[in-house]
């Protein structure tokens, strides 16, 4: 028993007074009403006053098997025949911005009424995908994408039917018109911009805004609802200026060479590594790729983009910096010796970047740090936002203690891809 009944006294102290005072004259008058109504109607009473407060939201409506829609005319149900009905399929809620605000979690990101879905988990009829790490790619029977997109993905990630879209051209998708922007994360990477009946969506996929090289941030549309990523949705990542950690990694390699030990940079085959060249060009190094980064450094240049001079990782490297994925350290085994650090937003974490083996860490990332994320919603203007990978959950609670309307739609890691 909860407060003052909790102790046995108390207990018998209320008992007696409960006999001293008999029964509730009142109570049993409200009994005696419900003992002479008529059978059922005390249960469609209860019915009709937990539905009347729908009575003034718009568009609440159900929608049956059948495929006839009807508004709800009003709480008295003693009236309708409920014999027979068609099962009901879907119910439309009420909302003043109709379904277009409404994203679900089902192994992948869905819009809510529009049957197009987000970088699923499994094949889908019609999906967006934002770039081409293997986490976000499957065989869609139609998906849309940026040509760089497609240049990376291989050749069993290939959906059966692409519709390539160039950044900032729209497209219609049903009712709906999609824009895709630059997300800064890789080669083809792309926000999507879906609306419909006045109202923007932006999903960002893995996303980056600030860049070194003196590149200008990632733009960000504004929209009323954001999807967006949250791989380092935690306060203690907070990454350094990009060229100030370029060029500690560029000292690092420096000094690895002049003890005759050849520098190993641990860093994602796909985008990862060709972006650190990228970061690394100002500073003059060559560099051997293992097998597993040569197609795409590939893919890289046939897209227009000018990699610094490298060569395909075979024997001893020489003077060159080698890069290799974090998993699988065999094409480096060969070499007399050799320094490891491991290229990674990882590096703000160091329980996690020790695993691989690695000599050092730098936190150079190709994803948002926790001050970018929420930079990133405040350039959108969005008033209500969904959370997705990483540490989903976590962020989202971070920005409701900021008065912003937030929900995590799925929690599983990135670790692989994050790298």
């Not at 979690?105 to 009424?113: M, P, Q, R, T, Y």
């Not at 824009?179 to 960002?204: I, K, P, V």
Request: hydrophobic share 35%; charged share 25%; with cysteine.
């Amino acid at each position: 028993m909860r407060g003052s009944l909790a102790h046995p006294s108390a207990r018998h102290a209320w008992l007696s007074r409960s006999l001293e005072r008999g029964p509730d004259p009142g109570r049993r008058c409200r009994q005696d009403e419900r003992d002479q109504r008529p059978n059922g109607e005390d249960k469609r009473k209860n019915g009709d006053e937990r539905l009347a407060h729908f009575r003034h939201l718009p568009n609440f409506r159900l929608e049956c098997q059948a495929g006839s829609t009807s508004d709800y005319p009003g709480p008295n149900l003693s009236s309708m025949r409920l014999t027979n009905l068609p099962r009901p399929r879907t119910v439309q809620y009420a909302t003043s911005r109709r379904m277009t605000r409404h994203v679900t979690w089902d192994k992948g990101i869905s819009l809510v009424g529009h049957d197009f879905w987000l970088d699923p988990l499994t094949v889908r009829e019609l999906a967006f995908v934002s770039h081409a790490h293997t986490d976000h790619t499957r065989r869609h029977r139609n998906a849309l994408m940026t040509e760089g997109t497609h240049l990376l993905l291989t050749p069993e990630r290939r959906p059966h039917a692409t519709r390539l879209v160039a950044l900032q051209d729209v497209c219609r998708v049903g009712d709906a018109t999609v824009t895709l922007y630059d997300a800064g994360h890789m080669l083809g990477s792309a926000q999507l911009l879906f609306e419909h009946d006045g109202c923007r969506l932006l999903y960002t996929g893995d996303l980056k805004l600030r860049h070194g090289g003196g590149l200008r941030d990632t733009p960000i549309p504004e929209a009323d609802v954001i999807v967006i990523e949250s791989t380092y949705g935690q306060p203690h990542f907070r990454f350094p200026d990009a060229d100030s950690v370029a060029e500690l990694v560029a000292r690092w390699c420096r000094r690895a060479q002049e003890a005759r030990a050849t520098p190993v940079l641990l860093a994602n085959a796909m985008g990862k590594a060709q972006e650190l060249m990228l970061s690394l060009a100002p500073f003059g190094f060559e560099f051997a790729l293992e097998e597993r980064c040569v197609p795409f450094a590939r893919a890289y240049e046939t897209a227009g983009v000018a990699l610094p001079d490298w060569v395909p990782l075979d024997g001893d490297p020489g003077d060159r910096v080698v890069i290799i994925p974090p998993v699988g350290k065999d094409a480096i085994r060969g070499l007399a010796r050799y320094r490891t650090a491991l290229i990674s937003g990882w590096a703000q974490d160091a329980g996690f970047w020790r695993v691989f083996g690695a000599d050092v860490a730098f936190p150079l990332s190709d994803h948002c740090d926790f001050d970018e994320l929420i930079e990133v919603i405040r350039r959108s203007g969005a008033d209500k936002v969904y959370t997705v990978h990483g540490f989903a959950p976590e962020f989202a609670k971070h920005l409701r203690r900021r008065g912003v309307r937030a929900h995590a739609l799925q929690s599983t890691e990135q670790l692989a891809f994050a790298l």
